[in-house]
């Protein structure tokens, strides 16, 4: 164990200059929360927008949002805003939502449909792939050409929809998109459709959010609706159980085995695939089994949704958990798929953009109920939100000093590694 460290005027510095961020870096303890500036300082925002967010691949919506030509989507991360539309070939592409004339911001609106992207300010005109269509009053020899929207890179993977600000995005990408596929597949999320979607801003800070969701060692206490289906042990090792999660560990222990033979006996992939804190396109993937009656994150743990997503013959296959960083974590259930979406907005406000995404032909009212399918998940992500906005008052205070992580707070660590790494790599450019 590190002694501890007596706090001095410098660990509450904005830092305002790459210098002080090399030096809070610099001074962070292994196996600690880091400092209070990363999580209140304007300046490390500012940072981690131009040197982790806009430099990693993002999840951003899904393509179920987009399922019709026009659709589109807009999403804010720092000062950044991107436009997602499906262009009338049906590709997906991303652009900046700025214009190309004086810079004015082109769609205003969340999402919506539209025939093409029409700047309100001089009315330049952009076709849905793009290309300047129309520029009023320009002098001959103008080249509409030259003025199309800036592309953002874009990956679908098997329904979800990536995004990646830098000229050149991590080209571990692939790796990730290999490893994860044949687990989301069996899912079919291109059959799906939006069931409900809530926006929820939290006054913290996104990294305090990442890490809330990184670990379940508040979720015995906190979630009392989520733990109903979803394990306490989750974060464990098997030989670290504490003695009054026993029973739910013989549980998880009979429930596994059953779904490993389920997943076996369908081929479906299921072993934990874990590069959380040593790649840049980092990731966790694992099909799990769930408590109670096993099949979805319900109070009881049956179905949400009588119609199962894709060509599934069982409701009971647990939950496929991804988690990606920096922005992302997802559910996948045998009769619908939940996922979560970190965008950060300011140093300390962060939204998180919860979708839930049932098999397109399951009808509202007949197959599933809106309220059933998305209580635990509101009432999880309500609770996290209040832990989140007291731990940003917390870190925010001068009295505040990181203390140590637990065993079962593993993945919050490789979180905090990896997030580190970035800056160490922005800070070296
Ligand atoms: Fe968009 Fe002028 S800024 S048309
Ligand atoms: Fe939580």
Request: aromatic share 10%; charged share 25%.
């Amino acid at each position: 164990m590190t002694a501890t460290r007596v706090p001095t005027g410098t660990d509450l510095t904005d830092p305002t200059d790459l210098t002080d961020l090399a030096a809070l870096v610099a001074r962070r303890e292994p196996g600690r929360p880091l400092e209070g500036a990363f999580y209140t300082s304007p300046a490390v925002f500012e940072a981690d927008v131009a040197g982790v967010l806009s430099r990693t691949w993002l999840f951003v919506a899904t393509e179920a949002e987009l399922r019709e030509p026009g659709d589109f989507l807009t999403v804010e991360v720092g000062s950044y805003s991107v436009m997602l539309v499906r262009d009338d070939d049906e590709v997906v592409r991303a652009f900046h939502n700025v214009c190309r004339h004086r810079g004015a911001r082109i769609l205003a609106e969340r999402a919506g449909s539209v025939g093409n992207l029409v700047c309100g300010y001089h009315r330049w005109t952009y076709a849905t792939d793009g290309a300047l269509l129309h520029a009023g009053d320009q002098p001959p020899g103008f080249d509409k050409g030259c003025f199309g929207l800036r592309s953002v890179h874009l990956r679908l993977v098997a329904g979800l929809v990536f995004v990646c600000l830098a000229d050149e995005p991590p080209t571990d990408f692939d790796e990730l998109v290999a490893t994860v596929t044949p687990y989301l597949l069996p899912h079919q999320l291109h059959r799906t459709k939006v069931a409900a979607q809530v926006d929820l801003v939290e006054e913290a800070n996104w990294k305090l959010v990442m890490e809330n969701n990184r670990e379940c060692y508040h979720c015995e206490g906190g979630h009392p609706e989520l733990v109903r289906t979803f394990f306490p042990t989750y974060g464990y090792a098997a030989d670290a159980i504490p003695a009054r999660l026993r029973p739910a560990h013989e549980r998880y222990l009979r429930a596994e085995a059953e779904l490993e033979q389920a997943c076996e006996e369908r081929g479906m992939p299921y072993r934990a695939v874990e590069e959380l804190d040593d790649r840049v396109s980092a990731y966790r993937v694992q099909r799990e089994a769930l408590d109670g009656a096993g099949e979805s994150y319900t109070l009881d743990g049956r179905s949400a949704s009588r119609r199962l997503l894709g060509d599934l013959d069982s409701p009971r296959l647990g939950r496929l958990s991804l988690h990606t960083q920096p922005n992302a974590w997802f559910h996948f259930l045998a009769d619908h798929a939940v996922t979560f979406s970190v965008l950060p907005l300011a140093a300390g406000r962060t939204l998180v953009r919860t979708t839930w995404l049932v098999h397109e032909d399951a009808e509202e009212g007949v197959d599933y109920d809106v309220a059933d399918l998305t209580h635990v998940w509101r009432e999880t992500n309500e609770q996290d939100s209040v832990f989140c906005e007291r731990a940003q008052l917390g870190v925010s205070s001068p009295g505040y000093l990181p203390g140590p992580y637990s065993a079962s707070e593993y993945q919050v660590d490789a979180f905090t590694t990896w997030y580190l790494d970035r800056v160490e790599e922005h800070l070296a450019r």
